[in-house]
């Protein structure tokens, strides 16, 4: 079973600075993306930022320019450098994982459970 746990979530004042990270455990083989997501109260969820294997990026339009999505093969960790955080950007922040598990034939997708971003004077 792959697991993913996320943290780095809090309560930063507009114009900080967060970091989130996604550390993902279990039988895990290869995977095809890891992205973030957000879904915040009355809005749909949002893909943030998307990261391939071999290290292709994309952004939503609106977080283009202040964060920044990088991974670490070898911690089996994604990241999500998050500047000049503004109080649109308040929401759950959820990892995905997609990709291939061992012994599986198939593509899987796993979430993880979500962190807490509070952007407030």
């Known amino acids: 079973q792959v697991q993913l746990v996320e943290s780095g979530g809090g309560l930063v004042q507009p114009g900080g600075s967060l970091r989130l990270s996604c550390a993902v455990s279990?039988?895990?083989?290869?995977?095809?993306?890891m992205g973030w997501y957000r879904q915040a109260p009355g809005k749909h969820r949002q893909l943030v930022a998307i990261i391939t294997r071999g290290g292709t990026t994309n952004y939503a339009d609106s977080v283009k320019g202040r964060f920044t999505i990088s991974g670490d093969n070898a911690k089996n960790t994604v990241y999500l450098q998050m500047n000049n955080l503004e109080p649109e950007d308040t929401s759950v922040y959820c990892c995905?994982?997609?990709?291939?598990?061992?012994?599986?034939?198939?593509?899987?997708?796993?979430w993880g459970q979500g962190t807490q971003v509070t952007v407030s004077s």
């Open positions: 995905q994982w997609k990709g291939v598990v061992v012994l599986g034939c198939n593509m899987v997708v796993h």
């Open positions: 279990g039988s895990v083989f290869s995977f095809s993306t």
